[in-house]
């Protein structure tokens, strides 16, 4: 089965600072990717996804990701974060036989 | 917004008492999915399912079962709660295999 790795828990950054967050995905195809994020007690919202064509996707609240097949990874960025940005963010990757699976998730911390 | 809804959102129950809990879509949608997440963790994919009577099991099934008998409705019952259950469980459905997965706003649910 597909595996996605989040490698960072925890990050911490300051208002108005950039931001990247880092996943890796295991599978055997191409993959479709997916970054959600989740406020506390809420469910996931979607930011962004990427199937096919321009490697560079654009999403919504100013994120964006870039698919790069050679490193098996699928970053988020943004320019500068907002403290409304502060929340949990999962990838996530659909395989062809349906089922999708998240990464343990990175939770953002932004400082005033 | 999506349409798909979870009840009851928060239930305490007692150690070996039956449960289901509920979900349901009103977007059509024939791929539908439970995930398990205790706070501040990984989503663990236990069930999914492709359509009507196409249920499969993901990585932590084995103490929980579900059923698709209608396509909007994916119930998943515990026979036998135990403290170990207690986390957040969350119901999701997609269109398609390159499609975003929309989700419910969980369920919480404490065994005692």
């Known amino acids: 089965a597909q595996s996605v790795t989040q490698p960072d828990i925890h990050i911490t950054v300051s208002e108005g600072a950039s931001l990247e967050l880092r996943c890796n995905y295991s599978?055997?195809?191409?993959?479709?990717l997916f970054w959600y994020v989740q406020s506390p007690g809420q469910g996931l919202q979607l930011l962004l996804k990427?199937?096919?064509?321009?490697?560079l996707v654009q999403g919504i609240k100013g994120f964006e990701a870039e698919f790069k097949r050679s490193q098996s990874s699928f970053n988020l960025r943004k320019p500068s974060v907002h403290w409304s940005d502060a929340a949990e963010y999962f990838c996530a990757v659909g395989a062809h036989n349906n089922d999708m699976r998240f990464g343990a998730g990175t939770r953002l911390t932004v400082k005033p | 917004e999506a349409d798909i809804y979870q009840t009851p959102r928060y239930l305490v129950i007692g150690t070996g008492k039956k449960i289901t809990l509920e979900c349901s879509q009103t977007?059509?949608?024939?791929?539908m999915y439970w995930y398990q997440q205790d706070p501040g963790m990984e989503l663990h994919l236990i069930h999914y399912?492709?359509?009507?009577?196409?249920?499969e099991k993901g990585d932590l099934s084995s103490e929980s079962t579900v059923s698709r008998i209608r396509t909007e409705h994916f119930p998943l019952t515990l026979e036998s709660a135990r403290p170990s259950h207690t986390s957040q469980y969350l119901c999701?459905?997609?269109?398609?295999?390159?499609?975003?997965?929309?989700f419910g706003q969980g369920t919480r649910l404490t065994v005692v």
């Open positions: 977007m059509g949608h024939d791929k």
């Open positions: 990427y199937f096919s064509g321009d490697t």
């Open positions: 399912s492709y359509g009507v009577n196409s249920t």
């Open positions: 599978y055997g195809a191409t993959p479709y």
């Open positions: 999701a459905s997609r269109e398609y295999m390159n499609t975003e997965a929309f």
